[in-house]
């Protein structure tokens, strides 16, 4: 079955809709966990940030910093600022430079 645009939509079937709304609070649920995840220290940013699992490449990279421990608002911000990386691209959309000065930037301040 293919899609058409009809005034700037995808004509989907209810079925089609159904499956989208499903995958995306699959998606959704994952993110909340992996953050209650690195809250408690279970998972590590540095991990995430050289292998993003594919489900979360879509996840914006401050959101990300903000489940760090002793990172907030600003520290992130300074973070993303330092390594020259915006705020707003999603994890898949950072260059493997980027990732890396994330990365070592993060690695280097984290327990400080």
Same mark, same amino acid.
Not at 15 to 27: K, S, T
Not at 49 to 60: F, G, R, T
């Given at each position: +079955?293919?899609?058409? =645009?009809?005034? !700037?939509?995808? &004509? ?5 809709? %159904? /499956? ?6 699959? =998606?959704?649920? +994952? @993110? ?8 408690? !220290?279970? /998972?590590?940013?540095?991990?995430? #940030?050289? &292998? $993003?699992?594919?489900? #979360?490449?879509? +996840? ?5 910093? %903000?489940? /760090? $421990? ?7 911000? &300074?973070? %993303? @600022?330092?390594? !020259? ?5 999603? %994890? !898949?959309?950072?260059?493997? @430079? ?5 990365? &070592?930037?993060?690695?280097? @301040?984290?327990?400080?």
């Amino acid at each position: +079955m293919s899609a058409t =645009i009809e005034k !700037g939509t995808f &004509d989907r079937t209810s079925e089609q809709r %159904l /499956v989208a709304l499903e995958h995306a609070n699959e =998606i959704r649920s +994952m @993110r909340a966990q992996l953050k209650r995840d690195l809250k408690a !220290g279970r /998972v590590s940013v540095l991990s995430l #940030l050289a &292998d $993003p699992p594919e489900w #979360l490449l879509s +996840m914006k990279v401050l959101e990300l910093l %903000l489940a /760090v $421990p002793k990172y907030g608002r600003v520290k992130s911000l &300074d973070a %993303l @600022r330092k390594c !020259g990386v915006s705020p707003s691209p999603s %994890l !898949g959309a950072l260059s493997d @430079r980027q990732r890396v000065a994330l990365r &070592d930037f993060i690695a280097s @301040r984290l327990w400080r």
